[in-house]
């Protein structure tokens, strides 16, 4: 088991948005989760990422052991995109590089300044740090925001490839990337929106 998750209640701005949610991720298993806009994906991921506290419920999840893409792409805007993958590769340890610009076509932007890609050579960047992470766990926010149809498809075979290295993949997204992946339908965990005066985001 590469997550478990039970019992969980996450928050937005001090109010609960999901509660009692409880599920399992194995390896090399993709869980979709699905709702509409503002029911909590993001605040759940988050949460799961270790970028917010839960008020309440267990996370239980190996350390180390996920990588993150959120709606930021954590791309460094003064370094060239070479020198994105290397500073990522030293975080986390990956040597691979080469594989990691293949896979998302970036070879021939690699001496490029990042501060001058177009918004989806910048996601394709931001997408390619998650082949240098070496996780286990994929958390995705919404990951083929800005990307042309060429580019999801780079992207779909890139979670395959590591779905069939047991990794596993929790994301959140409105395309069909062709993937065979069970849904997560958050709806039936909204909560009621009681404040928590007990607890303040604000510096989240």
Same mark, same amino acid.
């Given at each position: 088991?590469v997550?478990?998750?039970?019992?969980?209640t996450?928050?937005?701005?001090? %109010?609960?948005?999901?509660?009692? #949610?409880?599920?399992?991720?194995? +390896?090399g298993? $993709?869980?979709?989760?699905?709702? %509409?806009?503002?029911?909590?994906?993001?605040?759940l991921? %988050?949460?799961?990422?270790?970028?917010?506290?839960?008020?309440?419920g267990?996370i239980?999840i190996? @350390?180390?052991?996920?990588?993150?893409?959120?709606?930021?792409?954590?791309?460094? /805007?003064p370094?060239?995109v070479? *020198?994105?993958?290397?500073?990522w590769?030293d975080?986390?340890?990956?040597r691979?590089?080469? %594989?990691? /610009?293949? @896979?998302f076509?970036?070879?021939?932007l690699?001496?490029?300044?990042?501060?001058?890609?177009?918004?989806?050579?910048?996601?394709r960047?931001?997408?390619?740090r /998650?082949?240098? $992470?070496?996780r286990?766990?994929?958390?995705?926010? *919404?990951?083929?925001?800005s990307l042309?149809? +060429?580019s999801?498809?780079?992207? @779909? @075979?890139a979670v395959y490839n590591? #779905?069939?290295?047991?990794?596993?993949?929790?994301?959140a997204?409105?395309?069909?990337?062709g993937?065979?992946?069970?849904?997560?339908?958050?709806?039936?965990?909204? +909560?009621?929106?009681?404040?928590?005066?007990?607890f303040? *985001?604000?510096f /989240?």
């Amino acid at each position: 088991m590469v997550l478990s998750v039970s019992c969980l209640t996450v928050s937005r701005a001090g %109010r609960a948005v999901l509660s009692d #949610l409880s599920f399992d991720l194995m +390896a090399g298993q $993709a869980l979709r989760v699905q709702g %509409r806009n503002g029911v909590g994906k993001t605040t759940l991921l %988050r949460c799961l990422a270790g970028l917010q506290p839960a008020l309440a419920g267990r996370i239980e999840i190996a @350390a180390d052991s996920l990588a993150y893409a959120g709606h930021a792409d954590g791309v460094k /805007l003064p370094l060239t995109v070479l *020198e994105n993958l290397r500073f990522w590769a030293d975080i986390f340890g990956g040597r691979d590089i080469d %594989r990691a /610009l293949d @896979a998302f076509d970036l070879a021939p932007l690699s001496d490029r300044l990042a501060g001058t890609l177009s918004a989806g050579q910048r996601r394709r960047l931001g997408l390619a740090r /998650l082949l240098l $992470a070496d996780r286990p766990l994929w958390l995705l926010d *919404e990951p083929t925001v800005s990307l042309d149809d +060429a580019s999801v498809t780079l992207f @779909a @075979a890139a979670v395959y490839n590591h #779905l069939q290295a047991e990794g596993a993949v929790l994301i959140a997204s409105h395309i069909d990337l062709g993937l065979s992946a069970e849904v997560l339908d958050l709806e039936p965990y909204r +909560a009621g929106w009681s404040t928590q005066a007990s607890f303040d *985001e604000a510096f /989240l």
